[in-house]
């Protein structure tokens, strides 16, 4: 893994964990939520990262320019529960350089 990022992901029952993922594998946050095992199994991504379930919404807590939403995402948002401002879906949001230090939490289980 040439080029990791550091991100810190708050799981559901609220605990921390630091991971590095990596830049040069095209994964999204969700497969990488699902890399690490920071949901139980059928949890998150439940579509495949299609944005047609947002069970991988979360919440982005940093201050990073992440890609605008496109229109499935906002339309799955708008049908989604526990929905905030700075609500995403993980599986629109591949990782890159830029993502150092992003700091996430996974929303609830709807």
Do not use: W
């Not at 526990?82 to 990782?95: A, D, F, H, T």
Request: net charge negative; aromatic share 4%; charged share 25%.
């Amino acid at each position: 893994m040439d080029q990791d990022v550091n991100i810190t992901i708050l799981d559901r029952n609220g605990v921390s964990h630091n991971i590095d993922a990596p830049t040069d594998m095209a994964m999204n946050l969700m497969e990488v939520i699902r890399s690490y095992e920071l949901a139980p199994e059928g949890t998150i991504g439940t579509c495949g990262g299609m944005a047609m379930c947002a069970s991988c919404q979360c919440y982005i807590l940093s201050n990073h320019d992440l890609p605008s939403k496109q229109d499935e995402e906002e339309a799955m948002l708008s049908e989604a529960f526990y929905v905030k401002e700075n609500s995403r879906l993980g599986c629109q949001i591949q990782i890159n350089p830029e993502m150092e230090g992003l700091k996430i939490e996974i929303a609830p289980e709807s």
